[in-house]
């Protein structure tokens, strides 16, 4: 089960620690405020109040060993800059830091982010499906719990038929398409890149490396998809 480290309890770190455990993933939630903790407890896998810059106390908690950590820190910049370094120095695979201005999202690149939150333009939904399936192109919400993404076929897909894999059976997702590349000959020993769409594959259709899969399920079932 993936296990991820939200780092500040704000509306935004507190929906995303939510929508994480609705997505079946493990979610240390870390503050300083004991109100905030005391809020979250009961709906995270474990809450932990301490300083999120204090190298020995994140180490504590097995920091090290989650997939991300997302520094939702929104009101003091300098700590959340602090805590980016920090967890990149404790060797934390991916790190997510909230940046309000294009000049804070260069310095958590600089300091150690992988990527930046804005939490204006992007919904911590949106963000909970981009940490549990990191393969993903594209999400759209399509309500009561649903979703479609574009995702990259993961390497167990590879060379698999559909009827292969039971995508319905096993996972409870519908492919309704297949994004190909592929180089086309034109003549003379050169080639071009084509773009086409397989649009309801058959149960003989073979998933090729780099296709990009077009599915639809509930937000869970999507979030458990195999990732490389």
Avoid at 50 to 59: I, K, Q, V, Y
Avoid at 64 to 89: C, N, W, Y
Avoid at 121 to 150: C, T, V
């Amino acid at each position: 089960m993936a296990r991820f480290a939200v780092i500040g309890l704000g509306r935004f770190g507190e929906e995303l620690a939510k929508a994480l455990i609705a997505d079946g993933a493990e979610v240390l939630a870390i503050d300083r405020r004991a109100a905030l903790i005391e809020r979250i407890r009961d709906e995270v896998t474990l809450a932990v109040r301490l300083d999120s810059t204090d190298p020995e106390a994140l180490r504590a908690q097995g920091i090290d060993e989650v997939e991300a950590a997302i520094v939702g820190i929104g009101e003091d910049f300098e700590s959340a800059a602090l805590t980016v370094a920090t967890l990149q120095d404790l060797g934390v695979r991916r790190i997510y830091a909230r940046a309000e201005t294009r000049i804070q999202a260069r310095i958590m690149l600089k300091v150690g982010a992988h990527a930046v939150v804005s939490p204006h333009r992007e919904s911590a939904l949106r963000w909970a499906h981009r940490l549990m399936l990191p393969n993903l192109q594209q999400y759209i919400e399509l309500g009561e719990g649903h979703s479609m993404i574009y995702a990259v076929a993961p390497s167990v897909f590879h060379n698999k038929t559909l009827l292969d894999l039971q995508l319905r059976r096993k996972y409870g997702v519908n492919l309704i398409a297949i994004k190909r590349t592929m180089m086309v000959p034109t003549g003379e020993g050169e080639s071009t890149v084509e773009e086409s769409v397989l649009s309801i594959p058959s149960a003989d259709t073979r998933i090729l490396p780099g296709d990009i899969l077009i599915v639809v399920g509930s937000n869970t079932a999507v979030s458990r998809l195999p990732q490389d």
